[in-house]
């Protein structure tokens, strides 16, 4: 049973594009866009904090993964859906990881991929209170797959011009500060063991900390450097809607997150939409929830998630010029 589904999703992820830039470029195609509703996108954030905090090995965590098995077997079709499971150890303890790998519309071999990591920290050291509880992670984690989510919704009634891959990366924040080496354990996973060899989309885009209160996007480095074509097309696009005091037009920091795990192991240019500033000694800050107990639903602002879905929506469904 294991290898009927490993077959049926392996033929939905299908090689695209080769390595020239003709997949970065955009242009309006005149296409109706669909509306993105996030009240919707709110509520999957309150169903993940429901579970409590999503840490690797909890209760919570494996209940997670069977809540977005359900919400993506209902929206892409049960045979569209792959959890890559595996084991690691880290810490001194043998830990479950699932990367949720979802596909739409198998039938294109142009595609793109949108990915978020769905795990929470398994503490909150900026925390002065409660620096060894694992945090909510209503922002940290939650607010990225409640877009994807909802655009899972809308892909199912309004199936995109092109094939659009999801994946939600386990683990990205298991690492304690500074031990890079043990963050990112499900992107890094999923470059070393890819389900499918040669999965080659035109180019993806990740989404962190995309609910909060406060949120400003600037252009994140990596970001720029992978696919600057991308970047300007997104906070064009932003700009357009009048989001531009949220996506703002300035250069951001080099913010090490799954995108650049993404573009080392595949290749595929992958850009970043996180909630970040620089100070004014030039050094990244997060904001002041960030990885701590304040990281919950209080903080969540729907206007924010709003725009980020309104911009994807324009992009997925208006921007890219497909044969
Ligand atoms: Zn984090």
């Known amino acids: 049973m294991k290898g009927i589904l490993f077959t049926s999703i392996i033929s939905l992820f299908l090689i695209a594009c080769s390595d020239d830039q003709s997949g970065l470029q955009f242009k309006d195609q005149g296409r109706d866009v669909p509306e993105f509703n996030s009240r919707n996108a709110f509520s999957f ?98 607010s990225g797959v409640s877009v994807l989510m909802e655009l899972a919704t809308i892909f199912k009634e309004n199936p995109p011009p092109i094939g659009v891959d999801i994946i939600l990366f386990d683990g990205e924040d298991y690492g304690e500060e500074g031990d890079l080496a043990n963050y990112f354990i499900g992107s890094r996973y999923w470059g070393q063991n890819p389900p499918v060899p040669g ?28 696919a600057p074509q991308l970047v300007d097309e997104v906070w064009s696009i932003a700009a357009e809607k009048g989001h531009g005091e949220l996506f703002l037009n300035e250069r951001g920091g080099r913010v090490a997150d799954d995108h650049v795990i993404v573009e080392q192991y595949t290749g595929i240019p992958m850009i970043n939409i996180i909630h970040h500033r620089l100070n004014e000694s030039g050094q990244i800050e997060f904001p002041p929830y960030w990885h701590s107990q304040k990281d919950d639903i209080d903080i969540i602002d729907r206007n924010v998630l709003q725009a980020v879905g309104d911009v994807l929506l324009e992009l997925i469904y208006n921007r890219i010029p497909v044969d």
């Open 45 to 142: 954030i309150e169903d993940q904090l429901a579970f409590g905090p999503r840490v690797p090995g909890s209760d919570a965590h494996r209940e997670a993964v069977n809540y977005f098995r359900d919400h993506f077997s209902e929206t892409a079709g049960q045979r569209s859906v792959f959890v890559q499971q595996f084991e690691q150890e880290i810490y001194n303890e043998t830990l479950p990881f699932y990367n949720v790998l979802v596909s739409f519309g198998g039938e294109h071999t142009d595609r793109i991929v949108l990915a978020a990591h769905w795990d929470s920290r398994p503490r909150g050291e900026r925390d002065p209170d409660n620096p060894e509880l694992p945090i909510p992670g209503a922002d940290d984690g939650a």
């Open 199 to 226: 999965y080659n989309p035109r180019f993806g885009i990740l989404l962190d900390m995309v609910g909060g209160e406060g949120a400003v996007f600037p252009k994140e480095v990596h970001s720029v450097n992978f």
